[in-house]
């Protein structure tokens, strides 16, 4: 018998798996797909862009990202989707065979499996808190985007809705809770610059009779609705040609 406990990206992989299994990759766009749209249309897509979709699930985020930065007068555009889950990359890959400018690579938000200066742009819906190490996580995606390049980080659980909280019970691997002013010190305490927030609600209607597993009462899920996600945005600063006042240590 093996006593070596699984570290903490083995967990994730395992129990990210088990979603992909029972198919929960495909039901999360239904639940995300609202305040998603509503993120993609603040990152103003321009075609040609590189973008990177970190913790991609099943792909359908990194599909609309495509559609939108395929060709144009700028070029092709590209994007990656890099998640944790092999089985959820191998759904992402399946569903996305008519696709030639999408790319799925397994991979950690602790060792993102790319170049450093790449991306112009970078989105993470509903991934960004189970992160084991936040902090190595936010130096490496600085280190994959381009100079200017905009981060646009979307999660549903954190300290200011409190009826996200009701979740954290019932998840099997750990997570970060912080509170919005939390994360902007954190982008900041990274170099990153620009950094701000706003609260996207979700839209989507809530059928009466609608059966949540997730929170105590469906009023509970409306007000959550209500409140909305935390939508986290930043820059990479361009070190080639700072802002004034823009130190470099
Ligand atoms: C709640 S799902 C969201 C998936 C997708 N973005 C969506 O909205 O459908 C979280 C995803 O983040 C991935 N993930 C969790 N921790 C990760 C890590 N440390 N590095 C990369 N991906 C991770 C999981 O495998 C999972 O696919």
């Known amino acids: 018998m093996s006593d070596k406990s699984p570290s903490p990206d083995e967990r994730l992989q395992r129990e990210f798996n088990r979603w992909a299994d029972e198919g929960e990759g495909e039901k999360m766009e239904r639940h995300h ?18 973008i990177l979709d970190l913790g991609c699930g099943s792909g359908w985020a990194t599909r609309l990202l495509a559609r939108m930065v395929s060709e144009g007068p700028q070029g092709f555009g ?3 989707g890099v998640d944790i889950s092999d089985e959820m990359i191998r759904q ?28 112009d742009k970078v989105l993470s819906v509903e991934s960004f808190y189970y992160y084991p190490d936040q902090k190595r ?31 954290v019970p019932k998840l099997k691997v750990p997570v970060h809770v912080r509170s ?26 809530t059928p009466e009779g609608y059966k949540t597993t997730s929170f105590h009462s469906l009023d509970d899920l409306k007000a959550f609705k209500r409140i909305g996600a935390l939508l986290l945005m930043a820059s990479k600063p361009d070190l080639r040609n700072p802002a004034p006042g823009y130190t470099i240590y």
């Open 92 to 119: 992402a890959r399946g569903a996305s065979k008519d696709f030639e400018n999408v790319m799925f690579v397994v991979g950690s938000s602790a060792q993102i499996p790319w170049e450093e200066n790449f991306f």
């Open 78 to 80: 590209q994007v990656v």
């Open 180 to 205: 919005a002013a939390e994360y902007v010190e954190l982008l900041k305490a990274h170099a990153f610059e620009n950094v701000e927030y706003s609260q996207i609600p979700d839209d989507t209607p």
């Open 33 to 50: 797909l609202d305040i998603t749209e509503k993120t993609i249309r603040r990152m103003d897509l321009r075609p040609g862009e590189r």
């Open 137 to 167: 996580a936010l130096a490496e995606l600085f280190r994959v985007m381009a100079p200017r390049g905009r981060l646009f980080i979307l999660i549903n659980l954190y300290k200011d809705n409190p009826y996200s909280l009701q979740w």
